[in-house]
């Protein structure tokens, strides 16, 4: 069965500072890691996905996310983080192992940047 | 940039009400998708749709929820007879093609059942 954790509810980060949200995933064959973010009372954004190649990828609005298979993991980073950067954020897996194509979410992990 | 829009933004409706959530999925994509989240928590998975059949569906997806794609745009949840527990945000969302590509969602529909 597959599964995503994103261990931590709330991140606090001060403008400026680098910032990472984690996100471990399990599943039974191969991941397509996917982040999306959320605004208050909006729909989920596509940031980015990891499905094959470099481990590093890069997203929209200045963030990146490092594909790391043997910790199972998907961290969210950004080099400088900016207040319009407060929000939501939601790691989701896709199991290429199941053949199944819909996306299993995290629990979510809300990005608090302090001025 | 094209976008997945749901009509309506909300809903209030009666327990034991039937409720129609409607979406337009992105013109080219082929796989549809609703999710829901219940308060700003976990997104949930309900059912996907490919070539005019639901291709996936999760328990929460049981016989009083329906989904249809009426003519070549629309695509809708509906829900027989709603309960108290339905009330969440409904997303939909579309994606060109399958596992390897990202899901675009809609602004959602938030339902409120009394």
């Known amino acids: 069965a597959q599964s995503v954790a994103q261990p931590e509810d709330q991140v606090n980060v001060a403008e400026g500072n680098p910032l990472t949200v984690k996100c471990t995933y399990s599943v039974s064959g191969n991941p397509y890691l996917f982040w999306y973010v959320q605004y208050p009372n909006r729909g989920l954004q596509f940031l980015l996905k990891?499905?094959?190649?470099?481990?590093l990828v890069k997203g929209s609005y200045g963030f990146e996310a490092e594909f790391n298979k043997s910790q199972t993991s998907f961290h969210l980073k950004k080099p400088s983080a900016l207040v319009s950067d407060s929000a939501l954020y939601f790691c989701?897996?896709?199991?290429?192992?199941?053949?199944?194509?819909?996306?299993?979410f995290g629990t979510g992990t809300r990005l608090t940047v302090i001025p | 940039e094209p976008e997945v829009t749901q009509t309506p933004s909300h809903q209030v409706t009666q327990m034991g009400q039937e409720v129609i959530l409607r979406c337009v999925p992105i013109?080219?994509?082929?796989?549809f998708y609703w999710y829901r989240q219940i308060l700003g928590q976990k997104v949930e998975f309900l059912v996907s749709?490919?070539?005019?059949?639901?291709?996936?569906k999760s328990e929460i997806f049981d016989d009083q929820f329906s989904v249809e794609r009426p003519d070549g745009s629309n695509f809708t949840l509906k829900i027989r007879s709603t309960k108290l527990e339905d009330s969440a945000m409904y997303f939909c969302?579309?994606?060109?093609?399958?596992?390897?590509?990202?899901?675009?969602f809609g602004q959602g529909t938030r339902l409120t059942v009394v």
């Open positions: 989701a897996v896709r199991d290429e192992g199941t053949g199944a194509n819909n996306l299993f």
């Open positions: 990891y499905i094959t190649g470099d481990n």
């Open positions: 013109s080219n994509h082929l796989y």
């Open positions: 969302a579309s994606s060109e093609r399958g596992r390897s590509t990202e899901a675009f």
């Open positions: 749709f490919y070539n005019n059949e639901i291709s996936e």
